[in-house]
């Protein structure tokens, strides 16, 4: 009988530890079904293996972008278990909204929960918290503390920089007589706040930060400056130019109006990153003084 040399052995011993590392590197990868985490998963350069409604994702968040490589797990509501468990991630990381579906879920993967925008917390801190706890579970520390530095000097970069402003009413439509008005303990009002910003919307919030209402309410600040955050439902706009009650708002009649692209309200430190860019953009065109001052940058 003749017995593999021992060079035979050592090949075939290497390629079993490159097959095994090439296991390991394919488990090592985080599945999450909330966009929050998912967008800081991204900023921190961690392995994100999956993340559900991917299309969804890219309308409401935009930044960081999925990598192709991330399946699409479906429904945040019904994720595809199927689809999952064909590769395990090495965890599934979910929110308190999702954790309804931990009991399934446990049975593919180790689940972990992350709180957020919780109620009588600074929305500031907790962001900055929800970072370091993902950089610590996936041993991106070093990534996790760069990202929450970035932030802040972005902060006060912009801070320095912004151009006096009426106060702020920060909107997303819903449809064409109601809209969600962001104030106290939202990711908006917490940019504002760093910003030095004034917000105009001075009722209670709900937990989310935000509170449901009729157009009309919005008659009731005369002086604030409009700003509708993007993506608007469809046929939104012709509703509106057809609407007397939008038409007649004083913020519309005299143009006091900035439209941004998608920001997720309910997102971590990317989020707040883009949205302080984005505002900062907006009032800046609007501003004159800064439109033709060649020093800001």
């Known amino acids: 009988m003749r017995h593999p040399s021992l060079l035979s052995l050592l090949v075939r011993g290497g390629l079993f530890a490159v097959c095994l590392l090439t296991f390991s590197t394919a488990k090592a990868q985080w599945a ?4 929050t985490i998912a967008e800081t998963l991204l900023a921190l350069d961690a392995p994100v293996g999956s993340v559900a409604q991917q299309s969804d994702y890219h309308a409401w968040v935009g930044e960081p972008r999925i990598p192709d490589s991330a399946t699409d797990m479906g429904l945040r509501t019904q994720p595809n278990l199927e689809l999952l468990a064909q590769v395990p991630p090495e965890q599934i990381l979910l929110s308190p909204m999702f954790a309804g579906l931990a009991p399934r879920l446990e049975r593919i993967a180790p689940v972990s929960t992350f709180s957020f925008y919780s109620p009588g917390t600074d929305t500031w801190q907790e962001m900055q918290a929800l970072t370091r706890q993902l950089g610590e579970l996936t041993n991106r520390n070093t990534q996790a503390e760069k990202l929450i530095n970035e932030t802040q000097t972005l902060m006060a970069k912009l801070r320095d920089q912004a151009p006096e402003s009426a106060p702020l009413l920060m909107v ?5 007589r ?8 939202s990711l908006y009002n917490a940019v504002l706040k760093q910003l030095t910003l004034p917000n105009a919307w001075d009722q209670p919030t709900n937990a989310w930060g935000f509170t449901l209402v009729g157009i009309e309410a919005l008659a009731r600040y005369p002086e604030a400056t409009l700003v509708i955050i993007e993506p608007l439902p469809a046929g939104i706009e012709e509703q509106l130019e057809s609407s007397s009650l939008w038409q007649h708002l004083p913020s519309v009649k005299n143009a006091q109006l900035l439209r941004l692209p998608p920001v997720w309200s309910f997102g971590a430190l990317p989020s707040a990153q883009r949205f302080a860019r984005e505002l ?9 003084a800064q439109a033709t001052d060649p020093t800001v940058n």
Do not use: K, N, Y
């Not at 999450?32 to 966009?35: E, K, N, S």
């Not at 900062?280 to 004159?288: E, I, K, M, T, W």
């Open 178 to 185: 109601h809209v969600r008005v962001f104030g106290e303990s």
């Open 32 to 35: 999450t079904i909330d966009w």
């Open 172 to 176: 997303q439509f819903m449809d064409a």
């Open 280 to 288: 900062f953009a907006a009032l800046s065109l609007d501003s004159p």
